[in-house]
């Protein structure tokens, strides 16, 4: 069974700070893996999906890698906003696509 | 852009009441999916469908029946709302191999 993981829970950072968020998967045969964004209150927002043949998906000052071999995945974002503070999850699909195995999430905060 | 629309942000109903979540596409996806969210719990999948009239439980599918009688339209039902299904209820919607899309929830209370 899959298991996706996000560490840290929580993290706060100031204004302007380069950032990288983690998250970590059991089974490395996946078809792909995406990220997303959730406000408070709000649904899931998708960010970046990368396939699994891809190392890096980038959209503005987001940049997602991948990491099958070692089951990671690393969300960058680069000179953070306080519009950025949210919670970050990422999800990978069963191979069928019928169900995703979501990541608990990371609580950002970013201090203006 | 992919929109994905639930009817109510907001519903509150009393224990025993029938409830009707409805949820809108405008991608013609094939797939579409229930979830619902709880502090400490994450995402947990309810029901999908992967073609009009056709559904498969999720992991939590007791309490809950679906209705895809259109493509772009999937309904979740609470046949008897319970208090134990208060909570965040999200849809969301995929092509294969595409992005999955979420739309911005309905908080569901059940007093």
């Known amino acids: 069974k899959q298991e996706v993981t996000q560490i840290p829970a929580a993290l706060s950072v100031p204004e302007g700070e380069n950032l990288v968020l983690n998250c970590s998967f059991t089974?490395?045969?996946?078809?792909?893996l995406q990220w997303f964004r959730q406000d408070p209150g709000k649904g899931l927002t998708s960010l970046l999906l990368i396939q699994s043949s891809q190392r890096e998906q980038t959209s503005g000052r987001l940049n997602a890698s991948l990491d099958k071999s070692s089951g990671r995945s690393t969300l960058y974002i680069a000179a953070s906003q306080p519009g950025d503070s949210a919670t970050y999850l990422c999800a990978v699909p069963l191979y069928n696509f019928n169900k995703f195995y979501f990541g608990s999430g990371t609580k950002l905060n970013v201090k203006p | 852009d992919v929109k994905v629309t639930q009817s109510s942000r907001y519903l509150v109903k009393r224990t025993g009441e029938k409830v009707f979540l409805e949820c809108v596409q405008d991608?013609?996806?094939?797939?579409m999916f229930w979830y619902r969210q709880d502090p400490g719990l994450g995402l947990r999948l309810i029901y999908f469908s992967y073609d009009v009239k056709m559904k498969e439980k999720g992991d939590i599918p007791e309490g809950y029946s679906v209705s895809r009688e259109k493509k772009e339209r999937f309904s979740l039902i609470l046949e008897s709302a319970s208090t134990n299904q208060t909570s965040m209820y999200l849809c969301?919607?995929?092509?294969?191999?595409?992005?999955?899309?979420f739309g911005n929830g309905t908080r569901l209370t059940v007093t």
């Open positions: 969301a919607t995929r092509d294969p191999n595409s992005p999955l899309h």
């Open positions: 991608m013609d996806h094939e797939n």
């Open positions: 089974d490395s045969a996946i078809y792909n």
